[in-house]
């Protein structure tokens, strides 16, 4: 029998789920809040070297925003990325002034340990 969980007749019949029927839960979900980590410093690690092959240029910062309404960075701060504030929700296109889009998290890797010598050059 294929139950629609939308439908309001049979919404009551969802089964309810503790954590002591699944106790693996809890290893699963840091299972993958790893894999997201891992994926990460993949990318960091990977880009540098790629991106200098295509443009001729090698990257010394790697810059993310966040959606704070969605996602709260949990990855990010375990892959060692540094926080540094809040857009403000404008855009690039949007009106001057005003909050065109959501507010979201800024996050910065740096690839050099000189990374702020090369920036200001």
Known sequence: M??????PRTAAKKPAVSR???PFSDYALGEIQKSRVHV??????RLPTQWEDR???RPV?????VDT?????TCHKAANWIYVGK??????LGPAGKQSVPIKDLWLYPLSHQFR?????
Do not use: H, V
């Open 61 to 65: 910062l790697l810059e993310t925003f």
């Open 20 to 22: 002591e029927q699944y």
């Open 117 to 121: 010598n090369y920036l200001t050059r």
């Open 55 to 57: 443009y001729g240029i």
């Open 2 to 7: 294929i139950t629609n969980w939308l439908e």
């Open 87 to 92: 857009t403000k929700g404008r855009g690039k």
């Open 40 to 45: 990460l410093s993949m990318i960091a690690r």
């Open 69 to 73: 309404e969605r996602f709260a960075g």
